[in-house]
């Protein structure tokens, strides 16, 4: 029960909370979904650098390994599809969380 | 152990066959070439494989990291057999019989190292592809 009402702590005040500009993402105040999406998003900002970096490096002539630009970017690839799993994941749970009173 | 470590492993194979090819396209290049920086003819270049360890990424089975290892090219040793000598009296390296010391390739050796070389390229490339594909396998679970 204390799980619910969490959750319903982070939603009720409206969307403009699950913004990382607006709260900090580890306040602890609740908002489960807004954490959620925010972690998952950290998961995937550094294999996107290292892509980039490694598409740079590649194009600059600093190195001369394809396979390994091209590891960096299937990385990049798989957690960025992660990401947008986990996101649906929890857009579907804030949808049912919210059909609960209707 | 995550599926990243398959791909590193995977990518240190393909580093040591691209290495590998690269001295042998320098064996081919040179199969004629007389005159070196260290004098005497070219001598046939081999890479040595060495296993490496990979770094470990924690987790529950980060014990089981011990047992995958990355191949690292440890060194690149010069092949000891004696140069190939032919009759070429009027080559300028020619010793006083009239003999050239060319450099000790086996052309035939060479395009046979070579083909192995591309084929255990491919084997890693198909196996890098089936790890990408099981993690995105793996994805459709969460959907």
């Known amino acids: 029960m204390a799980g619910i009402n969490a959750v319903r702590v982070g939603i009720e005040p409206g969307a403009e909370r699950l913004s990382p500009s607006t709260r900090a993402p580890d306040s602890g105040d609740g908002d489960v979904f807004g954490e959620a999406l925010l972690r998952a998003e950290a998961a995937v900002r550094t294999p996107q650098e290292q892509a980039a970096g490694a598409i740079d490096a590649f194009t600059q002539g600093a190195s001369g390994s394809i396979h390994d630009t091209l590891m960096a970017v299937e990385k990049a690839d798989i957690s960025m599809k992660f990401l947008v799993t986990v996101r649906n994941r929890v857009i579907e749970a804030y949808r049912e969380v919210m059909r609960m009173g209707a | ?143």
């Open chain 2, 1 to 143: 152990m995550n599926f990243f470590s398959a791909m590193e492993v995977i990518a240190s194979g393909l580093g040591a066959e691209r290495v590998r090819m690269n001295l042998t396209a320098s064996n081919l290049a040179n199969a004629n070439t007389t005159r070196t920086a260290e004098g005497g003819p070219y001598k046939r270049r081999d890479p040595v494989f060495t296993t490496a360890q990979l770094d470990p990424h924690g987790g529950f089975d980060g014990p089981l990291d011990d047992a995958v290892k990355l191949v690292e090219v440890s060194d690149v040793v010069a092949d000891p057999d004696p140069p190939r000598r032919e009759y070429d009296p009027t080559h300028p390296d020619a010793d006083g019989q009239g003999y050239v010391a060319k450099p000790n390739i086996n052309l035939v050796e060479e395009m046979v190292n070579m083909i192995t070389a591309s084929r255990a390229y491919e084997s890693g490339v198909t196996a890098m592809r089936s790890v990408v594909e099981m993690a995105r396998k793996s994805m459709t679970l969460g959907q």
